[in-house]
Protein backbone atom coordinates (compact mmCIF):
# COMPACT_ATOMS: atom_id res chain seq x y z
CA UNK A 1 0.00 0.00 0.00
CA UNK A 2 1.59 2.95 -1.01
CA UNK A 3 1.67 6.65 1.68
CA UNK A 4 -1.49 7.91 -0.60
CA UNK A 5 -3.76 4.84 0.20
CA UNK A 6 -2.03 4.32 3.90
CA UNK A 7 -3.40 8.42 4.58
CA UNK A 8 -6.84 8.26 3.22
CA UNK A 9 -8.78 5.86 5.48
CA UNK A 10 -8.26 9.02 8.47
CA UNK A 11 -9.54 11.77 6.41
CA UNK A 12 -11.93 9.87 4.25
CA UNK A 13 -15.50 10.41 6.10
CA UNK A 14 -14.06 14.20 6.60
CA UNK A 15 -13.37 14.86 2.57
CA UNK A 16 -16.64 13.44 2.19
CA UNK A 17 -18.46 16.10 4.87
CA UNK A 18 -16.02 18.96 3.40
CA UNK A 19 -17.59 17.85 -0.58
CA UNK A 20 -21.44 17.85 1.46
CA UNK A 21 -20.63 21.61 2.94
CA UNK A 22 -19.27 22.67 -0.25
CA UNK A 23 -22.90 21.93 -2.13
CA UNK A 24 -24.96 23.06 1.08
CA UNK A 25 -23.03 25.83 2.13
CA UNK A 26 -21.83 27.77 -0.70
CA UNK A 27 -18.40 26.49 -0.22
CA UNK A 28 -17.35 28.19 3.22
CA UNK A 29 -19.37 26.19 6.01
CA UNK A 30 -20.16 28.04 9.63
CA UNK A 31 -16.10 29.02 9.85
CA UNK A 32 -16.15 30.74 6.85
CA UNK A 33 -19.54 32.80 7.74
CA UNK A 34 -17.82 33.78 11.08
CA UNK A 35 -14.72 34.56 9.40
CA UNK A 36 -16.20 36.87 6.65
CA UNK A 37 -18.47 39.17 9.07
CA UNK A 38 -15.35 41.09 9.73
CA UNK A 39 -15.23 43.76 7.68
CA UNK A 40 -13.58 42.47 4.05
CA UNK A 41 -13.83 45.58 2.79
CA UNK A 42 -11.69 47.09 5.13
CA UNK A 43 -9.53 44.35 5.51
CA UNK A 44 -9.05 44.78 1.57
CA UNK A 45 -7.67 48.66 2.63
CA UNK A 46 -5.91 48.31 5.33
CA UNK A 47 -3.94 44.65 4.62
CA UNK A 48 -1.08 46.54 2.32
CA UNK A 49 -0.09 49.13 4.89
CA UNK A 50 -0.47 46.40 7.65
CA UNK A 51 2.54 43.89 5.21
CA UNK A 52 4.73 47.64 4.63
CA UNK A 53 4.31 47.61 9.05
CA UNK A 54 5.62 44.21 9.56
CA UNK A 55 8.58 44.69 7.73
CA UNK A 56 9.52 47.86 9.51
CA UNK A 57 8.85 46.00 12.57
CA UNK A 58 9.88 42.46 11.83
CA UNK A 59 12.81 42.15 8.68
CA UNK A 60 15.17 45.00 10.31
CA UNK A 61 16.26 43.16 13.23
CA UNK A 62 15.64 40.32 11.70
CA UNK A 63 18.08 40.56 8.71
CA UNK A 64 20.74 41.86 11.33
CA UNK A 65 20.94 39.82 13.32
CA UNK A 66 21.29 37.31 10.13
CA UNK A 67 23.78 38.54 8.83
CA UNK A 68 25.71 38.62 12.30
CA UNK A 69 24.96 35.21 12.77
CA UNK A 70 26.82 34.22 9.34
CA UNK A 71 29.64 36.29 9.77
CA UNK A 72 30.31 34.91 13.41
CA UNK A 73 29.43 30.96 12.03
CA UNK A 74 31.46 31.11 8.48
CA UNK A 75 34.68 33.46 9.74
CA UNK A 76 37.42 30.24 9.92
CA UNK A 77 37.68 30.86 5.96
CA UNK A 78 38.61 34.14 6.42
CA UNK A 79 40.62 33.69 9.49
CA UNK A 80 42.30 30.23 7.82
CA UNK A 81 44.09 32.77 5.30
CA UNK A 82 45.12 35.15 8.22
CA UNK A 83 47.50 32.74 9.86
CA UNK A 84 44.45 30.32 12.67
CA UNK A 85 45.67 26.99 11.01
CA UNK A 86 49.36 27.83 10.97
CA UNK A 87 49.39 28.79 14.91
CA UNK A 88 46.47 27.93 17.21
CA UNK A 89 45.95 25.05 14.96
CA UNK A 90 49.21 23.87 14.39
CA UNK A 91 48.81 23.29 10.65
CA UNK A 92 46.51 20.85 10.77
CA UNK A 93 44.06 19.93 8.09
CA UNK A 94 42.05 17.63 10.68
CA UNK A 95 42.41 20.17 13.40
CA UNK A 96 41.27 22.74 10.89
CA UNK A 97 37.97 20.50 9.75
CA UNK A 98 37.29 19.36 13.31
CA UNK A 99 36.89 23.04 14.03
CA UNK A 100 34.41 23.51 11.52
CA UNK A 101 32.59 20.14 12.29
CA UNK A 102 32.35 21.19 15.96
CA UNK A 103 29.55 23.68 15.38
CA UNK A 104 27.09 22.14 13.28
CA UNK A 105 27.22 18.98 16.31
CA UNK A 106 25.80 21.42 18.79
CA UNK A 107 23.75 22.61 15.95
CA UNK A 108 22.39 19.75 14.81
CA UNK A 109 21.45 18.21 17.88
CA UNK A 110 19.78 21.20 19.41
CA UNK A 111 17.35 22.02 16.25
CA UNK A 112 14.36 20.48 17.29
CA UNK A 113 14.42 21.50 21.09
CA UNK A 114 15.40 25.00 20.11
CA UNK A 115 12.54 25.64 17.67
CA UNK A 116 10.46 24.02 20.01
CA UNK A 117 10.98 26.59 22.96
CA UNK A 118 10.21 29.15 20.38
CA UNK A 119 6.83 27.84 20.28
CA UNK A 120 6.83 27.15 24.02
CA UNK A 121 7.57 30.87 25.06
CA UNK A 122 8.18 34.16 23.27
CA UNK A 123 10.46 34.16 20.06
CA UNK A 124 11.93 37.41 21.06
CA UNK A 125 13.66 35.58 24.51
CA UNK A 126 14.39 32.28 23.07
CA UNK A 127 16.56 33.91 19.85
CA UNK A 128 17.65 36.61 22.24
CA UNK A 129 18.88 33.94 24.30
CA UNK A 130 20.85 32.42 21.71
CA UNK A 131 22.01 35.67 20.51
CA UNK A 132 24.09 36.11 23.31
CA UNK A 133 25.25 32.63 23.94
CA UNK A 134 26.59 32.85 20.31
CA UNK A 135 28.32 36.43 20.35
CA UNK A 136 30.04 35.43 23.78
CA UNK A 137 31.49 32.44 22.03
CA UNK A 138 32.18 33.68 18.87
CA UNK A 139 34.48 36.58 20.22
CA UNK A 140 35.74 34.31 22.69
CA UNK A 141 37.27 32.61 20.14
CA UNK A 142 39.90 35.52 19.66
CA UNK A 143 41.31 34.59 22.68
CA UNK A 144 41.62 30.90 22.00
CA UNK A 145 45.12 29.55 22.28
CA UNK A 146 45.01 25.79 21.41
CA UNK A 147 42.73 23.65 19.07
CA UNK A 148 40.65 22.40 22.41
CA UNK A 149 39.46 25.98 23.13
CA UNK A 150 38.60 27.34 19.30
CA UNK A 151 36.53 23.87 19.64
CA UNK A 152 34.61 24.53 22.66
CA UNK A 153 34.06 27.94 21.11
CA UNK A 154 32.49 26.58 18.12
CA UNK A 155 30.22 24.04 20.00
CA UNK A 156 28.59 26.97 21.67
CA UNK A 157 28.50 29.28 18.47
CA UNK A 158 26.31 26.18 17.39
CA UNK A 159 24.33 26.18 20.35
CA UNK A 160 23.40 29.54 20.22
CA UNK A 161 22.38 29.31 16.74
CA UNK A 162 20.60 26.52 17.30
CA UNK A 163 18.45 28.65 19.14
CA UNK A 164 17.77 30.78 16.15
CA UNK A 165 18.22 29.59 13.04
CA UNK A 166 14.47 27.86 12.39
CA UNK A 167 12.72 29.05 15.10
CA UNK A 168 13.43 32.29 13.16
CA UNK A 169 11.70 30.85 10.10
CA UNK A 170 9.08 29.74 12.40
CA UNK A 171 8.87 33.34 13.79
CA UNK A 172 7.90 34.79 10.28
CA UNK A 173 4.69 32.15 10.00
CA UNK A 174 3.52 33.91 13.07
CA UNK A 175 2.82 36.95 10.81
CA UNK A 176 2.92 35.83 7.26
CA UNK A 177 0.52 33.61 5.12
CA UNK A 178 2.63 30.65 3.28
CA UNK A 179 2.16 32.37 0.44
CA UNK A 180 4.27 35.26 1.36
CA UNK A 181 6.89 33.41 3.14
CA UNK A 182 9.63 32.63 0.09
CA UNK A 183 10.10 36.12 -0.31
CA UNK A 184 10.01 37.27 3.05
CA UNK A 185 12.53 34.05 3.84
CA UNK A 186 14.23 35.26 1.00
CA UNK A 187 14.88 39.04 2.29
CA UNK A 188 15.71 37.60 5.52
CA UNK A 189 18.44 34.84 4.49
CA UNK A 190 20.03 37.37 1.39
CA UNK A 191 21.57 38.78 4.99
CA UNK A 192 23.38 35.58 4.51
CA UNK A 193 25.31 36.36 1.55
CA UNK A 194 25.54 40.24 2.36
CA UNK A 195 27.57 38.60 5.45
CA UNK A 196 29.75 36.60 2.78
CA UNK A 197 30.38 39.66 0.79
CA UNK A 198 30.76 42.34 3.63
CA UNK A 199 32.91 39.28 5.88
CA UNK A 200 35.25 39.34 2.53
CA UNK A 201 35.90 43.39 2.57
CA UNK A 202 36.29 42.83 6.50
CA UNK A 203 38.76 39.93 5.68
CA UNK A 204 40.73 42.17 3.21
CA UNK A 205 40.48 45.00 5.53
CA UNK A 206 42.20 43.09 8.41
CA UNK A 207 44.80 41.25 6.43
CA UNK A 208 45.95 44.96 4.65
CA UNK A 209 46.74 46.00 8.73
CA UNK A 210 50.73 46.72 8.75
CA UNK A 211 52.26 45.46 11.90
CA UNK A 212 49.00 44.99 14.04
CA UNK A 213 49.70 44.84 18.14
CA UNK A 214 47.45 40.99 17.82
CA UNK A 215 47.26 38.59 15.15
CA UNK A 216 44.89 39.10 11.90
CA UNK A 217 42.62 36.31 12.69
CA UNK A 218 42.16 37.48 16.41
CA UNK A 219 41.10 40.90 15.39
CA UNK A 220 38.88 39.20 12.57
CA UNK A 221 36.90 37.72 15.48
CA UNK A 222 36.44 40.71 17.77
CA UNK A 223 35.21 42.88 14.86
CA UNK A 224 32.49 40.18 13.65
CA UNK A 225 31.78 38.72 17.35
CA UNK A 226 31.25 41.84 19.37
CA UNK A 227 28.03 43.52 17.28
CA UNK A 228 26.59 40.08 18.39
CA UNK A 229 26.11 41.79 21.89
CA UNK A 230 24.16 44.41 20.99
CA UNK A 231 21.56 42.59 18.88
CA UNK A 232 20.97 40.48 21.43
CA UNK A 233 19.58 43.42 23.75
CA UNK A 234 18.03 44.83 21.19
CA UNK A 235 15.54 42.08 19.91
CA UNK A 236 14.80 41.07 23.44
CA UNK A 237 13.37 44.37 24.14
CA UNK A 238 12.12 45.28 20.90
CA UNK A 239 11.43 42.46 18.37
CA UNK A 240 7.62 41.79 18.55
CA UNK A 241 6.72 38.10 19.49
CA UNK A 242 3.26 37.32 18.13
CA UNK A 243 0.44 39.35 16.70
CA UNK A 244 -1.80 38.51 19.65
CA UNK A 245 0.67 40.09 22.58
CA UNK A 246 2.17 43.01 20.27
CA UNK A 247 2.67 46.30 21.61
CA UNK A 248 3.30 47.56 18.60
CA UNK A 249 -0.27 46.91 17.23
CA UNK A 250 -3.25 48.64 17.38
CA UNK A 251 -6.63 47.01 18.60
CA UNK A 252 -7.67 47.20 14.69
CA UNK A 253 -3.90 46.31 13.33
CA UNK A 254 -4.46 43.68 15.51
CA UNK A 255 -7.56 42.14 14.36
CA UNK A 256 -6.70 42.53 10.49
CA UNK A 257 -3.35 40.83 11.23
CA UNK A 258 -5.38 37.37 12.87
CA UNK A 259 -7.73 37.57 10.10
CA UNK A 260 -5.21 37.31 7.83
CA UNK A 261 -3.69 34.56 9.65
CA UNK A 262 -6.15 32.86 10.81
CA UNK A 263 -8.19 32.85 6.99
CA UNK A 264 -6.22 29.91 6.50
CA UNK A 265 -5.91 27.67 9.47
CA UNK A 266 -7.06 27.37 12.73
CA UNK A 267 -6.89 25.65 15.91
CA UNK A 268 -3.85 25.78 17.33
CA UNK A 269 -2.91 28.43 20.61
CA UNK A 270 -0.42 30.87 20.51
CA UNK A 271 1.90 29.43 22.87
CA UNK A 272 3.22 25.53 24.55
CA UNK A 273 3.47 22.50 22.40
CA UNK A 274 0.98 20.04 20.48
CA UNK A 275 2.86 16.70 21.75
CA UNK A 276 0.21 15.01 18.99
CA UNK A 277 1.05 17.47 16.19
CA UNK A 278 5.31 16.64 17.15
CA UNK A 279 4.62 12.85 16.98
CA UNK A 280 2.67 13.93 13.24
CA UNK A 281 6.03 15.23 12.50
CA UNK A 282 8.12 13.29 13.76
CA UNK A 283 6.36 10.08 11.79
CA UNK A 284 5.61 11.74 8.56
CA UNK A 285 8.15 10.30 5.84
CA UNK A 286 7.56 13.76 4.05
CA UNK A 287 9.96 15.36 6.52
CA UNK A 288 12.66 13.61 6.01
CA UNK A 289 12.59 13.35 2.43
CA UNK A 290 12.65 17.25 2.36
CA UNK A 291 15.69 17.37 5.18
CA UNK A 292 17.85 14.95 2.94
CA UNK A 293 16.91 17.17 0.60
CA UNK A 294 18.48 20.24 2.21
CA UNK A 295 20.74 18.12 3.19
CA UNK A 296 22.25 17.96 -0.02
CA UNK A 297 21.81 22.19 -0.40
CA UNK A 298 23.93 22.25 2.98
CA UNK A 299 26.90 20.20 1.75
CA UNK A 300 27.28 22.86 -0.88
CA UNK A 301 26.89 25.07 1.55
CA UNK A 302 29.03 24.19 4.19
CA UNK A 303 31.94 23.73 1.47
CA UNK A 304 31.68 27.24 0.23
CA UNK A 305 31.20 29.05 3.64
CA UNK A 306 34.61 26.67 4.84
CA UNK A 307 36.32 26.65 1.71
CA UNK A 308 35.50 29.19 -0.90
CA UNK A 309 38.97 31.49 -0.02
CA UNK A 310 40.34 28.70 -0.11
CA UNK A 311 39.14 27.63 -3.79
CA UNK A 312 39.76 31.06 -4.79
CA UNK A 313 42.98 31.56 -3.86
CA UNK A 314 43.58 28.37 -6.13
CA UNK A 315 42.92 30.34 -8.89
CA UNK A 316 46.93 32.07 -8.43
CA UNK A 317 45.50 34.75 -5.73
CA UNK A 318 47.18 36.18 -3.00
CA UNK A 319 46.14 35.65 0.75
CA UNK A 320 44.56 39.16 0.47
CA UNK A 321 43.24 39.45 -2.69
CA UNK A 322 41.28 36.09 -2.54
CA UNK A 323 39.79 37.16 -0.04
CA UNK A 324 38.68 40.18 -1.82
CA UNK A 325 37.49 37.86 -4.67
CA UNK A 326 34.87 35.94 -2.72
CA UNK A 327 32.49 39.33 -2.80
CA UNK A 328 31.37 39.28 -6.00
CA UNK A 329 29.81 35.47 -5.82
CA UNK A 330 28.24 36.50 -2.53
CA UNK A 331 26.90 39.69 -4.50
CA UNK A 332 25.41 37.74 -7.58
CA UNK A 333 23.90 34.97 -5.10
CA UNK A 334 22.36 38.12 -3.24
CA UNK A 335 20.33 39.15 -6.43
CA UNK A 336 19.59 36.02 -7.38
CA UNK A 337 18.25 34.43 -4.25
CA UNK A 338 15.65 37.67 -4.44
CA UNK A 339 14.73 37.42 -7.83
CA UNK A 340 14.15 33.51 -7.24
CA UNK A 341 12.38 34.01 -3.84
CA UNK A 342 9.71 36.53 -5.61
CA UNK A 343 9.05 34.11 -8.40
CA UNK A 344 8.53 31.40 -6.26
CA UNK A 345 5.53 33.23 -4.17
CA UNK A 346 4.54 34.85 -7.24
CA UNK A 347 3.78 31.66 -9.00
CA UNK A 348 3.07 29.75 -5.85
CA UNK A 349 5.76 27.22 -6.83
CA UNK A 350 8.57 25.52 -4.67
CA UNK A 351 9.79 22.57 -6.51
CA UNK A 352 10.36 23.76 -10.03
CA UNK A 353 12.97 26.65 -8.39
CA UNK A 354 14.57 24.57 -6.05
CA UNK A 355 15.00 22.08 -9.33
CA UNK A 356 16.51 24.87 -11.36
CA UNK A 357 18.76 26.12 -8.49
CA UNK A 358 20.15 22.37 -7.66
CA UNK A 359 20.72 22.71 -11.84
CA UNK A 360 22.99 25.52 -11.13
CA UNK A 361 24.92 23.93 -8.28
CA UNK A 362 25.29 20.35 -11.03
CA UNK A 363 26.98 23.41 -13.45
CA UNK A 364 29.20 24.64 -11.03
CA UNK A 365 30.53 21.84 -9.36
CA UNK A 366 31.11 20.24 -12.60
CA UNK A 367 33.10 23.18 -14.31
CA UNK A 368 34.92 22.82 -11.24
CA UNK A 369 35.63 19.41 -11.39
CA UNK A 370 36.12 19.54 -15.19
CA UNK A 371 38.45 22.72 -15.59
CA UNK A 372 42.06 21.76 -13.65
CA UNK A 373 43.46 24.91 -12.25
CA UNK A 374 47.50 23.47 -12.95
CA UNK A 375 48.44 25.14 -16.42
CA UNK A 376 45.08 26.70 -16.87
CA UNK A 377 44.65 29.40 -19.18
CA UNK A 378 42.85 32.68 -18.76
CA UNK A 379 39.62 30.89 -19.96
CA UNK A 380 40.47 27.85 -17.32
CA UNK A 381 40.73 30.31 -14.61
CA UNK A 382 37.72 32.49 -15.91
CA UNK A 383 35.98 29.46 -16.16
CA UNK A 384 36.36 28.13 -12.53
CA UNK A 385 35.55 31.60 -11.20
CA UNK A 386 31.94 31.42 -13.04
CA UNK A 387 32.12 28.07 -11.23
CA UNK A 388 32.53 29.59 -7.89
CA UNK A 389 29.96 31.69 -8.41
CA UNK A 390 27.29 28.84 -9.45
CA UNK A 391 28.18 26.66 -6.17
CA UNK A 392 27.85 30.35 -4.17
CA UNK A 393 24.47 31.08 -6.09
CA UNK A 394 23.10 27.54 -5.37
CA UNK A 395 24.42 27.16 -2.05
CA UNK A 396 22.22 30.80 -0.70
CA UNK A 397 19.46 30.45 -3.04
CA UNK A 398 17.50 27.27 -2.09
CA UNK A 399 17.55 28.49 2.16
CA UNK A 400 14.61 30.22 1.51
CA UNK A 401 12.93 28.14 -0.92
CA UNK A 402 12.94 24.90 1.08
CA UNK A 403 11.95 26.53 3.94
CA UNK A 404 9.09 27.89 2.94
CA UNK A 405 8.55 24.80 1.23
CA UNK A 406 8.12 22.79 4.35
CA UNK A 407 6.63 25.39 6.71
CA UNK A 408 3.77 25.54 4.02
CA UNK A 409 3.36 22.20 4.06
CA UNK A 410 2.93 21.83 7.95
CA UNK A 411 -0.90 21.97 9.46
CA UNK A 412 0.20 23.60 12.79
CA UNK A 413 2.62 25.57 14.01
CA UNK A 414 3.79 22.63 16.50
CA UNK A 415 3.98 20.22 13.72
CA UNK A 416 5.47 22.81 11.24
CA UNK A 417 8.13 23.79 14.61
CA UNK A 418 9.54 19.88 14.72
CA UNK A 419 9.61 20.12 10.79
CA UNK A 420 11.40 22.67 10.29
CA UNK A 421 13.84 21.81 13.31
CA UNK A 422 14.12 18.58 11.97
CA UNK A 423 15.04 19.70 8.56
CA UNK A 424 17.39 21.30 10.18
CA UNK A 425 18.96 18.24 12.44
CA UNK A 426 19.41 15.82 9.02
CA UNK A 427 20.00 18.83 6.90
CA UNK A 428 22.88 19.97 8.49
CA UNK A 429 24.53 16.35 8.23
CA UNK A 430 26.24 16.56 5.47
CA UNK A 431 27.81 20.08 6.22
CA UNK A 432 29.98 17.97 8.66
CA UNK A 433 31.25 16.50 5.84
CA UNK A 434 31.82 19.36 4.23
CA UNK A 435 34.45 20.14 6.74
CA UNK A 436 36.43 17.46 5.78
CA UNK A 437 36.24 17.52 1.83
CA UNK A 438 39.09 19.89 0.85
CA UNK A 439 41.92 19.19 2.63
CA UNK A 440 45.09 21.16 1.47
CA UNK A 441 47.33 18.11 0.25
CA UNK A 442 44.03 17.96 -2.66
CA UNK A 443 44.52 21.25 -4.09
CA UNK A 444 43.90 23.39 -5.90
CA UNK A 445 41.86 20.62 -7.96
CA UNK A 446 39.90 19.04 -4.96
CA UNK A 447 38.62 16.36 -6.98
CA UNK A 448 36.50 14.48 -3.72
CA UNK A 449 35.39 17.86 -2.66
CA UNK A 450 33.93 18.96 -6.14
CA UNK A 451 32.88 15.54 -7.04
CA UNK A 452 31.00 14.62 -3.91
CA UNK A 453 29.39 17.78 -3.65
CA UNK A 454 28.19 17.36 -7.73
CA UNK A 455 27.10 13.76 -6.64
CA UNK A 456 24.90 15.17 -4.09
CA UNK A 457 23.27 18.12 -5.60
CA UNK A 458 22.44 15.72 -8.37
CA UNK A 459 20.61 13.70 -5.50
CA UNK A 460 18.62 16.94 -4.41
CA UNK A 461 17.42 17.38 -7.31
CA UNK A 462 16.02 13.94 -8.33
CA UNK A 463 14.45 14.41 -4.68
CA UNK A 464 13.11 17.78 -5.76
CA UNK A 465 11.28 16.48 -8.66
CA UNK A 466 9.91 12.96 -6.68
CA UNK A 467 8.36 15.24 -4.06
CA UNK A 468 7.21 17.94 -6.72
CA UNK A 469 5.45 15.11 -8.71
CA UNK A 470 3.75 13.58 -5.21
CA UNK A 471 2.59 16.60 -4.02
CA UNK A 472 0.27 17.77 -7.10
CA UNK A 473 -1.03 13.98 -7.72
CA UNK A 474 -2.00 14.17 -4.11
CA UNK A 475 -3.60 17.38 -4.10
CA UNK A 476 -5.57 16.06 -7.56
CA UNK A 477 -6.39 12.90 -5.13
CA UNK A 478 -7.91 15.40 -2.54
CA UNK A 479 -9.70 17.57 -5.04
CA UNK A 480 -11.26 14.54 -6.73
CA UNK A 481 -12.58 13.19 -3.29
CA UNK A 482 -13.56 16.34 -1.85
CA UNK A 483 -15.62 17.43 -4.57
CA UNK A 484 -12.72 20.35 -6.32
CA UNK A 485 -10.53 22.57 -4.50
CA UNK A 486 -11.61 24.35 -1.35
CA UNK A 487 -12.73 27.97 -1.47
CA UNK A 488 -9.36 30.17 -1.24
CA UNK A 489 -10.44 31.68 2.39
CA UNK A 490 -12.14 28.84 3.80
CA UNK A 491 -9.89 28.37 6.95
CA UNK A 492 -8.42 24.97 7.61
CA UNK A 493 -9.62 23.25 11.13
CA UNK A 494 -5.47 21.97 11.19
CA UNK A 495 -5.55 20.88 15.10
CA UNK A 496 -6.84 17.58 14.83
CA UNK A 497 -5.90 16.49 11.58
CA UNK A 498 -2.96 19.10 10.56
CA UNK A 499 -1.75 18.48 6.46
CA UNK A 500 -4.54 15.93 6.47
CA UNK A 501 -6.98 17.99 7.38
CA UNK A 502 -10.06 18.50 5.09
CA UNK A 503 -9.04 21.74 3.02
CA UNK A 504 -5.43 21.58 3.09
CA UNK A 505 -3.63 21.47 -0.05
CA UNK A 506 0.36 21.18 -0.22
CA UNK A 507 2.55 23.84 -1.86
CA UNK A 508 3.83 21.75 -5.15
Not at 18 to 40: C, L, M, R, W, Y
Not at 67 to 84: I, M
Not at 178 to 188: C, W
Not at 299 to 320: D, E, H, M, Q, R
Amino acid sequence: MDSREAEKPATQHREARFAEDNKHEGGGGPIQKTVTNTSDTYAASTAESHRAELHILILPLAVLLYLSAYLDRGNLGNARLQGLQATVLRGSDTNYSIALSCFFITYILLSVPGTLLAKAISPSTSISIGALIWSIAATCQAAAFNPAALYVCRLFVGVGEALFGQAMALYFTYWYLPDELSKRVGLFISSGSVAGAFGGLISYGVSSLKHPSITQWRILFLIEGIPSFVLAVLVFFFLPSRPQTSRYLTEDQRTVALMRLNRKNLGEGDTGVDWKAVKRALVDWKTYVVAVMYSCMNLGLGSVTGFLPTIVKGLGYSNADAQLYTVPPYVVSLVAMLLISSYSDHYQTRGVPVAAVFCIAIVGWAILLGVSPVHATHADLHARYFGCICIVTAGYSNIPLIISWQSGNTGSQSQRAVSLGMLNAVGQCLSVLAAFLFPTPEGPKFIKGCATNLAFASLGLLLTIGMTIYYRLENKRRDKVEGGKPPMDMPIKVMEEYDLATGFRYTP
